[in-house]
């Protein structure tokens, strides 16, 4: 149906215009967000009645009273905390010599939105507060900052401003006289030197953690619970690796600070320091400062990519007169003697260019640290070398260098991997020494990293952590433009020269692009810990899923991509400041918006790899995150519920037209609607441009009259069989179908109800599984509730299953049809734990998995969740995926075929 767009064009009436938007006030705002977001700490309640718990000597459970409250059997039982007070945070320190770094964490906020969807669905799905897991005290977030040691007043500013040293913001009307006994967990040397001045300034007494103890406790942490934390750079290539948790050790650390330390690791809390070197990253800042009177180690190294280091060091081929020392294996331009050109008598320092003496210097230190690292590797027949400390810095040449090293010297035998979170090793080991958090617990499904604005771009004044005050980050947004471009100016990649493979090289591969202020720099997010998500239990093998289809790391994808999201901003701008009244406000918020997400696809266009390993489900999360960061709760409001009404005007007819048809022309009808309605996608430009042309109900109409067989993938048939039971093996129907649906309006009132109606009318129990918190045009959980009681009033199947699913609680109240009631299998809804429009069946809420467990059918449905996700994914039971695709690139790369072109993949449990 790729003529779709012309052949209707004589349809004229628009369906975009913006209906009557109601301004959201901000409670409103707040009841709406779900599990994923905490609300900004501004907003947090003050600590009312609880001073008692925050008078402990530092931040600690208060676990009098505690009770398990499970069966035994239960693999996570809930411990009821009656005293524990909720405002607990935690701030650890790692002082060193050249840098302090900082970990804190800030609470979610409490999970206020009970509703009575939520609790019907508990007690159906047998979940009662008793065997549920709760989590009085992980949800929140990790910050991580960094100061520079020499400016330590900043960093007990910012600690002050954020009054971390008491538990928090929120903590702040309580008991000053509390405070003077907080207790912070410090490590690095600075924690013996600066007791004084944090007693002084701050009232805090700093509790020292061994240095090794934490940088070997945040290393295993980081690699066991961050997915792709570790990774290769070689030759200007960056590539995330996993590493098995069963398979992690031994391995070798080496933490690039100041100086250098050699860490084998043998297990958690299983090392020993085999070695270190004193020529680290003091010596590289100390003596490039002396030597090129820099005023910044960024500086510094700034001017490395702009060097040459044939100048400064002596070469095989200046000593051998420009041949190779071939009988060793040395070419001509190997490095023979770092600075070995300096002996020169008739040149002074001012003679050589400080971007040569930095490059000569960052490259001969580096390569000397991966020499030693390799050489300890080898004493202990270690393979796995992981290289952190703030001297990487994320730099491409240090990277390579040590890379260099440790593969020339070792014959490729051992592998030098670097950390995302290089730097914050000791700091994170210091923040799990706090006792009982339960941070060593949590799992790579219950971490999930963002990138909200300040994290990533801020510099100046404001350290790291993302601005919480939302006119902070508009006023932020706005300087930065008054600023110019610096920094969504793409940044041209230095020209790549080859390497001798001998020894050394002449120019390195990448210098590296322009590096960024302080804390955009540190490319590390802010990470959520939200203990609810789990992995969807009916993976076929969770270590084998990817849930993005499309690979961006190949660089036209990512290019593609990128554009179509940039190109598609004007119009989500429009709809987000519509949906919030238009009024100055929310066009000063949706400018800010726009500057910010443009920002993000301007940073991973010139740096895809800034972020981690990034696929298109995360670009597109990311765009719904940073909407809710300017409070844009949920920019197609008015169009989903515009959608919504047209669609369920005619629902009553399409009831009637299908039950008049027999059983399997039904099921095909069914499926025809269901991928007919996936038009409706204000996230595909194709589409929006068709929404300019015709009313819903023309072009569902116009839709299904297109939706002839063969589809591009048509299993429909093998479907038909086993929902018909008519193949060899007589098969009852499915116990509990899991319906994943997209988007509001006709998607859902025209295409997933139908369907669920009849899953319903065999007996199969049916799970509607929507999104916890808006994404484009995607219809949520909470919103579900409300779509199906109006749909229920024209059909007593699904009324019936509605109530029985105790979707209808106020109905039920009024009807006296209990007997009919237990005669119906239940409709339910549960929220699958996103707000996007794709889904990572390997985060899900811990609701959906339960609902999951009793599942023995999956419906896939839309572009988003069953295409650029999914599309590959196995599960254990069957699984059908309908998609319509709205994207002529997309159809000729996943199906060869063209735009509006239908899946329907059926893949039986095998
Ligand atoms: N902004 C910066 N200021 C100073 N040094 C920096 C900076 N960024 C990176 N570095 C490098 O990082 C080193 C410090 O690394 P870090 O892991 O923090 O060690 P330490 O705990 O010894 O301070 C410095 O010696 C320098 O080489
Ligand atoms: C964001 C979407 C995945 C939503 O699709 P849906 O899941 O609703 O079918 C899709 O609209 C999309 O991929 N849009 C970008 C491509 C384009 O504009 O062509
Ligand atoms: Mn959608």
Redesign the pocket.
Known sequence: MADLVEEEQQQVIGINEEGQNKVVTESEENNKRLHLEGQGEKDMPPASGNSIHRSSSRPQLDVSKAEIQSNVEDKYPTILLPNQSDDLSHLAL????????LVYFSRHEGHSDDDKRKKSLKERLGLSNGNRRSFPILGGRLHFV?F???KINECLDFIHSKQLHCGGLESRYSDAAADQNAIIKAT???AYKYTDLFKERLGVSLDKED?MDCLVAGANFLLKAIRHEAFTHMEGQKEFVQIDHNDMFPYLLV?????VSMIKVDGDGKFERVSGTNV???????LGRLLTKCK???EL?ELSQKGDNRTIDMLVGDIYGGLDYSKIGLSASTIASSFGKTISETKELENYRPEDISLSLLRMISYNIGQIAYLNALRFRLKRIFF??????GHAYTMDTISFAVQFWSNGDAQAMFLRH??F??ALGAFMSYEKHGLDDLMVHQLVERFPMGAPYTGGKIHGPPLGDLNEKISWMEKFLQKGTEITAPVPMTPVAGTTGLGGFEVPLSKGSALRS?AS?LNVGVLHLVPTLEVFPLLADPKLYEPNTIDLADPSELEYWLTILSEHLPDLVDKAVASEGGTDDAKRRGDAFARAFSAHLSRLMEEPSAYGKLGLANLLEMREECLREFQFVDAYRSIKQRENEASLAVLPDLFVELDSMDEETRLLTLIEGVLAANIFDWGSRACVDLYHKGTIIEIYRMSRNKMRRPWRVDDFDVFKERMLRTGDKKRPPHRRALLFVDNSGADIVLGMLPLARELLRRGTEVVLVANSLPALNDVTAMELPDIVAEAAKHCDILRRAAEAGGLLVDAMINTDSSKENSSSVPLMVVENGCGSPCIDLRQVSSELAAAAKDADLIILEGMGRALHTNLYAQFKCDALKLAMVKNQRLAEKLIKGNIYDCICKYQPAS
Request: aromatic share 12%; net charge negative.
């Open positions: 790692d002082i060193g010599g050249s840098l302090i770094k960094k520079e040691t020499g690095g040397g600075g240095e933490n690039v600070g100041s100086g680290g990253g003091g010596t590289y800042w100390g910044s180690f960024d190294l952190g400390g703030f001297f990487i810095r290089e730097g090793l000791g302080d720099a």
